[in-house]
């Protein structure tokens, strides 16, 4: 025993002083951070856009125009629900002010519904100047004034030389070059680059598509129909979307006009709703009510399975290669003299072991500490999520899968390394091993969204598998038999590989040149002694 | 003399068809220098490894310091392995001293002994590189430092004068010595015949897995004849039949001005009891004039080419 702790003292103390170990160590909460500041920084600077339109049929225009509005108050929407949000009074852990935000709830939901009355609401009512009113009573003293995001969608007018009454083929023609980049605008005396030109031509009345009108939709000639939206830029779909919702509104409610049907009535039709409340069978009535941090909680394990994964990805590296350089520096020999396999590779595994659990606990650590320098909207949710997680019975969850799991591959990345010479020898016998690995990865959120469902439960019980699985199913209550159950056969199999690679570890440790071939490994198991 | 350190009785290892060690018998009294001598591929390796448990041998006993395995006394034992190797990263006392504590010594006392040693044998400005940084030959001295730490009672070195230079050889042979005068036992495998002649009190030599001698230096001398150099221009016909010679060769002289004389050398092989004096007089009477009259006991490595001979050569080229 002394001596397995010797190695695994040795083992830890020179993976820690590797670069590669301060480099895992380090860099995933630099690159958790980078994007995290990256992607919150990304939503706000997507640059200004400016687009073109041209209105032949004098009809649709202004829809299209209300849906760029529509489009920037959205923005104004979204930007003050994380003002408020960030500046709101601490109300000294009692839930935050539920109206505003239930009124904003309300605001954001008639947005998604295409109800054009709701901006029209949201505007005639003072728009954000309303709702600034509203939330003001719950900001702190010294929130910041609140800055609207600047409009990225700006119309231009067309060139002075462009014909807007010619066929819309000769307009295209002539905006080409514009569109493509080639050529740039006119704005305010800078050049811009046109982003999108939206073409209404004179005729497009007939192009509307109505029940009745299907069939001669089939037999479309592949000339474009309805309004036409240029664009280079295909994957940007904003502009595109906000204004087929648009058009659509308006064309409905021409239909209803010309079906006698009162508008207003339609528009207070469409604004009324029926709540969903999203109730939890585990809880007690009256707590069943899903949170945010219930719905987090279901999907935390997700987070927990990568950080498996990551880890003994790390940890394997470390097992391989220490023990190939053992190996092909011979070090294995003087080794051998001193203890014996089974210390040898138990030290291994504990040694590495412990390294794992030392990255693993640095990062949680620089996780923590980042949320500490790093007070944000977004970070304090993170905070609150946390908190949910400590409370929770994951952590042990996630403790045992760990061990378990890495005691698994540790056992058969070992018994590889000490058959294999040389780390390029290794990387092909592990490849089928990577890919195994990487199933629960693919099948990761699969699983979450239905943890007691079939592939769910056969691959609990695929014991390299299993912790995985199992750790992805934890909070989703698996049936008593799928835990006890896989966590006997992990257990036992866990202890049949140990064993086994043993036997491969103290044949295979003194082998030198080629790797063997399947049936001289199933020999090395069967052999009682060298 | 005391109870053996080590004896091996009838031990044979085979791999598949090939005979790696062959019926071996083998009593190592304690306190001595042994050296085990062979050419490349004899088996001293695959020896070695039985001793020391690393591989079982098919059949036979080894008894080593009073136990069936070597891992049972596996702290009473320091071992060189043939192919050096070292943690690359660690520094050079570390490692010595990591040795160490894996063979049962306390850490202090460990680092302690490692400064000692490094101190001894002229490495004390290195204790603190990295073996990486050291040549290969330092790094071998820095091994066999780390296999003798802990003080054995066996120390079992596999080719520890392979890689070293002249000095660090006389360095190494003076800790063989040490070890000896310290009452240790030293095993050590070679096939440069001057460090065996120098330090072995004891020898075994084998080829292809068999022990062909098995004894003291100056029993492995008197294995082939003693030998008489002469350079002459002379004939020396008449030698040739003078009792006590057994045979006689043309040498190609070792100066190849002398050859340019017609001066001629001659190797005359003669019997264990023969009188030197007795040929130097009857060149003396017969006028044959001498530019070089040597006797000479034969060289251990005469012995090693003449036991192994062309087996050996066939073997190595294989």
Known sequence: MRVTLLIAWREFMENVKTKGFWIGVLLVPIVFFLIFHISSRLATATPTRYFMLIDQSGEYGGAVATAISREHQRQVMQEFMRYLQANRVDMGGAPPPQAPANQLDQLMDDFGNDEVSALDDWLSNGGLDM?????????????????????????????ADLDTSAPPQTIVEYMRPYLNGERRLQHDGTAVPLFALILVPANVAGDVVRPDSLERLMLSDGTPTGVQYWAANLTDTRLSSAIQGSLNNTIRQQEFAAQGIDIQAVRDIQRTRLPLSRLDPGKQLGEAEVSMADTFRQWAPMGFVYLIFISLMQSVQYLLSNTI?????????????????????????????????????????????????????????????????LSSDLIPYFVFYYLCCYALYAGIFLAIGSLCNTLKE????????????????????????????????????????????????????????????????????????????????????????????????????????? | MSTPVLTLENVTKRYGDFTAVDQ?????????????????????????????????????????????????????????????????????????????????????????????????????????????????????????????????????????????????????????????ANGQTVIFSTHIMQHAERLCQRLLLITQGRKVFDGTVSEAHAIIPRRVVLETRGDIHSVRQLDGVLSVQEQAPEDGSARANGIRQWELYVKEQADSQQILQHCFENGVSLSRFDFTQASLHDVFVHLVGKEAREHNFR
């Open chain 1, 131 to 159: 709702a600034l009113q509203m939330a003001r009573p719950y900001l702190r003293e010294d929130a910041p004034p609140f800055t609207p995001p600047r409009r990225q969608f700006i119309a231009i007018d067309p060139p």
């Open chain 1, 325 to 389: 350089e053992e190996k092909s520096n011979r070090i294995i020999e003087v080794l051998l003299a001193s203890v014996t396999p089974g210390e040898l590779m138990m030290g291994k595994l504990l040694g590495i072991g412990a390294t794992g659990i030392t990255t693993i606990l640095a990062w949680i650590t620089s996780f923590f500490v980042f949320l500490q320098l790093y007070q944000t909207v977004e970070t304090a949710a993170i905070v609150q999520i946390l908190d949910v997680l």
């Open chain 1, 426 to 530: 290794a990387q092909s016998l592990i490849m089928p091993l990577i890919m195994i690995l990487i199933v629960p990865v693919l099948t990761m959120s699969f699983i979450a969204q239905d943890p007691n469902g079939t592939m769910a439960r056969v691959m609990s019980w695929i014991p390299l598998f299993t912790p995985f699985t199992m750790m992805n199913r934890a909070a989703a209550q698996p049936p008593m038999v799928d835990v006890v159950g896989t966590t006997i056969v992990l257990v036992l199999t866990t202890i049949a590989v140990l064993w086994l690679s043993g036997r491969i570890f103290r044949q295979g440790i003194l082998r030198t040149g080629q790797p063997p071939r399947i049936v001289e490994v199933w020999r090395m198991l069967r052999r009682r002694r060298v």
């Open chain 2, 24 to 180: 071996i018998n083998l009593s190592i009294p304690q306190g001595s220098v042994y050296g085990f001598l062979g050419p490349n591929g004899a088996g001293k390796t695959t020896t070695i490894r039985m001793i020391l448990d690393i591989i079982r041998p098919d059949t036979g006993h080894i008894d080593v310091l009073g136990h069936r395995s070597a891992m049972d006394v596996r702290h009473r034992i320091g071992y060189l392995p043939e192919e050096k190797g070292l943690y690359k990263k660690m520094k050079v006392w570390a490692i010595i001293s990591y040795f160490a504590t894996l063979k049962g010594m306390s850490r202090s006392a460990a680092r302690h002994k490692a400064f000692e040693l490094l101190e001894r044998y002229g490495l004390k400005d290195f204790a603190e590189s990295s073996i990486e940084s050291l040549s290969k030959g330092m790094g071998q001295k820095v091994q066999v430092l780390a296999s003798i730490a802990h003080e054995p009672e066996l120390v079992i070195l596999d080719e520890p004068f392979s890689g070293l230079d002249p000095v660090n050889q006389e360095v190494l042979e003076q800790l063989i010595k040490d070890l000896s």
